[in-house]
């Protein structure tokens, strides 16, 4: 599983497939597991998330890394009202802010791949930049003045080392890459409870949210005041600057390797599908035009509605996060003829239910989200790239905004070409899927300039 992931998963998956059962187990270091491929039994494992069925997990070592109070392992009345909390963070109006910000940074950091590739005349790697553009464009969306440029630096040197522990054994030892990632994760919860700090202080002085912690400080105070009207001065709960910092980690943590993993298969899967390419840059151009100077509304991003298919089709097509690990908290009877031991670790595969229900599941076909279609409310079972159940992705919005701005952006400016080489679309895991050569692309500029934002 450590050294060569993507064979040991379709090892699993093999094995579920050869059985009517739909599942398949094995052992990880001591760890009983039960891989689960058919979409029904994965529903089952996503609606009984609770303290006497299953725990949802993240990770397979995720408490030692996350702390016990994560997002991730919260379940029954406190989940919902944390949730119901977190949910003015992404109303139309907080999206709006948010599609702002995205765009400033995606401009700037394709403005600076394009450099890169004139620079090396040869082709470059885009893993490591697109996970740094997503780094950049989460802080400043997240917590955006509240980070200085030398706290930047902090927080990009702690989520590499985060990334590096994430897929090492557990072995929490001075020196080793789990302790230095779960010592990171202290560091980085932290610096974001230190600018929940500021935004608070902030939105007190009635100033207007610029991103998403302002929005959230702005409600949490809201619901003070109400409160102490009502006579209850006893702070509400999961406000203190120590928790929120960790849910914003949270936060961070979720959107920062999936949205790297889609704009790598985005940009893939758009040069290996010259005609789907072409009707993504006719759209926009229709809409949208870099020479406008204007950012990208809200509207506009709505009318790309090819544009949001052929995102909807990449996350479908490439999930990215194929598996989310649970674990058995008492013996679970999932079928007739299987009960799950407690202790085991569950793994629903979402990217073994991407593959079926779908007409031609195999085929990367946009127009299967198309308003004639439908194939994501036909299908929307097997649609699971964003979880389901309690603990269905309450990003998402947000995530698909990212990638269609990100679709919308790259084909309008850039001209691109894959670099490719036996081997190199298939999947590798970091811990996210992406392209096994870090999706290697040729880049120029193609729009006759870039666009100059109000304001940058």
Not at 183 to 197: E, K, Y
């Amino acid at each position: 599983m450590v050294r060569n992931p993507t064979k040991f998963w379709d090892q699993q998956s093999s094995l579920a497939k050869s059985t009517t059962a739909g599942l398949s187990v094995n052992y990880i270091i001591g760890n009983f597991i039960v891989f689960i491929r058919d979409t029904e039994l994965s529903h089952k494992v996503f609606a009984n998330v609770r303290p006497d069925a299953f725990r949802l997990v993240g990770h397979p070592f995720g408490k030692k890394l996350f702390g016990e109070h994560n997002l991730i392992y919260m379940m029954g009345q406190d989940h919902k009202n944390l949730r119901r909390r977190i949910a003015p963070n992404f109303t139309p109006r907080a999206l709006s802010t948010y599609t702002a910000l995205q765009q400033i940074t995606i401009l700037n950091h394709l403005k600076s791949w394009v450099q890169l590739s004139h620079k090396a005349q040869a082709p470059i790697p885009l893993r490591v930049l697109a996970r740094d553009m997503n780094l950049e464009t989460s802080q400043t969306v997240f917590v955006g003045p509240y980070l200085t440029p030398k706290a930047r630096q902090s927080f990009e040197r702690d989520y590499y080392l985060f990334n590096v522990g994430l897929m090492k054994l557990p072995v929490d030892l001075p020196g080793m890459a789990f302790r230095n990632a779960r010592l990171a994760v202290d560091r980085l919860a932290g610096t974001l409870a230190t600018c929940t700090a500021m935004s608070k202080k902030r939105m007190e002085n009635g100033e207007e949210p610029s991103c998403l912690i302002d929005y959230w400080m702005q409600d949490t105070l809201r619901e003070i005041a109400e409160a102490q009207l009502a006579g209850d001065t006893s702070p509400p709960p999961y406000s203190s600057d120590a928790e929120i910092g960790g849910y914003l980690f949270d936060f961070l943590f979720a959107a920062q390797d999936a949205s790297t993993s889609s704009l790598l298969w985005a940009v893939t899967l758009l040069d290996s599908h010259p005609d789907v390419l072409a009707r993504v840059r006719d759209e926009v151009a229709g809409i949208w035009s870099p020479e406008s100077d204007e950012l990208i509304t809200t509207d506009q991003l709505r009318e790309m509605r090819y544009t949001q298919a052929v995102a909807r089709e990449v996350v479908r097509f490439r999930p990215p996060a194929t598996l989310v690990p649970h674990i058995a908290a008492v013996d679970f009877p999932l079928t007739e003829n299987y009960v799950v031991p407690k202790g085991a670790i569950v793994f629903p595969s979402v990217y073994e239910s991407s593959f079926q229900g779908f007409p031609e599941p195999d085929r990367f076909d946009p127009d299967r989200f198309s308003e004639e279609r439908q194939e994501d409310q036909i299908y929307k079972r097997n649609f699971l790239a964003f979880g389901a159940g309690a603990h269905q992705c309450v990003g998402q919005r947000y995530a698909l905004n990212h990638l269609v701005l990100f679709i919308a952006m790259f084909a309008s400016l850039i001209d691109f070409k894959r670099d490719r080489t036996d081997g190199c679309d298939d999947i590798a895991y970091v811990p996210t899927i992406c392209p096994k050569d870090d999706c290697r692309v040729f880049l120029s500029r193609r729009c006759v300039r870039y666009p100059s934002f109000p304001g940058h």
